[in-house]
């Protein structure tokens, strides 16, 4: 027989996922309590990693939940297939982290988070499913010294061989950090293509995750801040872990920022960066030294010798202090008479090597000496 559900979901013609309880075991008080807590933990929480409970009913003896139908595969299928590339790692790690986060902030812890309890849309987001052995936890503070509301017993063995955490092996109570536990096995396995703990019985698989670690990773392009976070998951002791799926979500979150092969694109401001900070030392250093090399021509240097300019016929004029370039090139060459209009300006004889003008600027072999004295002293006042 077809369950039946309600009529706004009929209406509004949307695909849904119906998961039945069989007749056979309704009759099973514990199965049934168990099956409605699951609609019920789910259905408290709305966040776009978890899958959307719409409706929960009985038809004569049969249970049925109504949610979401997620279009696409369990993250099974991915681990099956190898190593997951790093990126769909962090991606796939950061988006469960997420919807982890959400459940503990309602006071729901999973228990049983496994590959096969989530599903992977054809658009890559994370649905995680099957709260059934969710456990609920007060919230309010009056009742935080109260237990927490579970349908299991203390020292009762809870979860999936291979992906419970220590404490849940031992029988002991348990928190959001079991989940951080199961999600440190799945990243692992995300990672290597591998099961974290093995054994040749459950057993075995149960005393590998009680006593030992898991292989080290090795992979080339595995991010060492990633290797990290998944040994803190898989500490054995829960006060070493991180301390809420939020902590870990900000962690996982935080290597998508960081490119294991920095593309081109991201090559340029850093080498502009670097340009520019040659750029402003250089300039500065540049401009004290023209300064100083100028300084000759519009300042009379001390202990120079200055000789004016005499011209060659008898009539002399003395020249100005401060003659304009053009009487003398750095070269010593003639400089070209000017014309006033009325009479030619007679040509001006250089001067020997031994002595210069006051328009001429120092000596080829002298300015790196004071080039570097000016710099110096500049450096010394304060100013570059």
């Not at 249970?63 to 790692?89: C, H, N, Q, T």
């Not at 698989?205 to 998944?230: N, Q, V």
């Not at 090139?329 to 008479?337: E, H, I, R, W, Y």
Request: proline residues 9%.
């Amino acid at each position: 027989e077809e369950p039946v559900f309600t009529s706004a979901e009929a209406a509004l013609g949307r695909e849904i996922a119906i998961k039945l309880l069989p007749q056979g075991l309704f009759r099973d008080s514990t199965l049934r309590a168990r099956f409605e807590q699951e609609a019920r933990a789910a259905s408290a929480l709305n966040h776009p990693n978890i899958v959307c409970i719409y409706d929960i009913g009985q038809d004569e003896e049969i249970l049925y939940i109504v949610s979401e139908l997620v279009d696409g595969e369990p993250l099974r299928s991915v681990v099956s297939r190898g190593p997951a590339p790093m990126r769909k790692v962090i991606d796939l790690g950061r988006q469960i982290a997420d919807g982890l986060a959400a459940a503990h902030s309602a006071g729901v812890v999973h228990r049983d988070l496994k590959p096969e309890n989530i599903l992977i849309t054809r658009d890559g987001r994370v649905k995680i499913i099957d709260f059934g052995l969710a456990k609920q936890m007060f919230q309010s503070a009056a009742r935080e010294a109260a237990p927490a509301a579970t349908l299991t017993m203390p020292g009762t063995l809870m979860g999936t061989i291979g992906y419970m955490s220590p404490e849940q092996i031992r029988g002991q109570s348990v928190d959001s950090r079991t989940d951080v536990f199961s999600l440190g096995i799945i990243l692992y396995e995300l990672v290597s293509g591998k099961r974290a703990f093995t054994g040749a019985s459950g057993p075995d698989i149960m005393s590998a995750i009680l006593r030992e670690d898991p292989p080290e990773l090795r992979s080339a392009d595995l991010p060492p801040g990633l290797a990290f976070i998944i040994r803190r998951c898989l500490e054995k002791n829960p006060s070493a872990r991180f301390q809420s799926a939020s902590d870990l979500a900000f962690a996982i979150s935080s290597l998508s920022s960081i490119p294991t092969a920095p593309s081109p694109s991201l090559q340029r401001p850093a080498r502009s960066l670097v340009g520019l900070a040659w750029i402003v030392p250089v300039l500065c250093v540049a401009a004290g030294a023209t300064y100083w090399m100028f300084l000759p021509r519009l300042t009379k240097p001390s202990g120079s010798t200055v000789s004016n300019v005499q011209p060659v016929q008898s009539t002399q004029q003395q020249a100005p202090e401060f003659p304009k370039p053009a009487v003398s090139s750095p070269q010593d060459k003639p400089a070209k008479s000017v014309s006033t209009g009325a009479e030619k300006t007679p040509k001006v004889v250089p001067q020997k090597a031994s002595t210069r003008t006051a328009s001429e600027p120092p000596a080829i072999s002298e300015r790196p000496a004071r080039v570097l004295e000016r710099a110096q002293q500049l450096n010394r006042d304060g100013k570059y």
